[in-house]
């Protein structure tokens, strides 16, 4: 048997704030909420320890006194489900994401935002599920 990806932590200085924003990304809605911490998931499927085979990721927000430094060495890509790219682009940046430069050459077919915390993360070509 082997291990299988069930949860995403992420550190930050407001949890209730960027896990609003991812809900509204991902179409997540939040599981379980503190002051410290805030896991969501999406509303489709139950938690997935328990299950057998894939199941969507959580995302966990957790408050951390120090702010975002760095570029991330891990990110997240997404892919738009319903519409093209680039009204999805305008769609995330109107909940508060912004461009971020990761040094691309602006031949990629991906384009890279950063959440309202820094965050970096990819916009893929519209791939539909």
């Known amino acids: 048997m082997a291990s299988k990806f069930t949860e995403l932590a992420i550190d930050c200085a407001d949890p209730k704030s ?19 911490v805030v896991t969501i998931g999406s509303p489709m499927a139950p938690e997935g320890k328990s299950r057998r085979g894939p199941v969507p990721p959580t995302l966990t ?7 975002k430094a ?6 997240l890509d997404v892919n738009p489900t319903d519409r093209e790219q680039a009204d999805e682009v305008r769609r995330l940046l109107d909940l508060g994401a912004r461009h971020a430069d990761v040094g691309q050459t602006g031949d990629e077919s991906w384009v890279c935002l950063a959440d309202p915390e820094g965050n970096e993360f990819c916009v893929l070509a519209s791939r539909h599920p």
């Open 18 to 36: 960027l896990a609003r924003f991812w809900c509204s990304v991902l179409d997540y809605e939040v599981q379980e909420e503190d002051d410290e």
């Open 70 to 75: 760095v570029k991330n060495r891990l990110h």
């Open 61 to 67: 927000f957790a408050h951390v006194p120090e702010g």
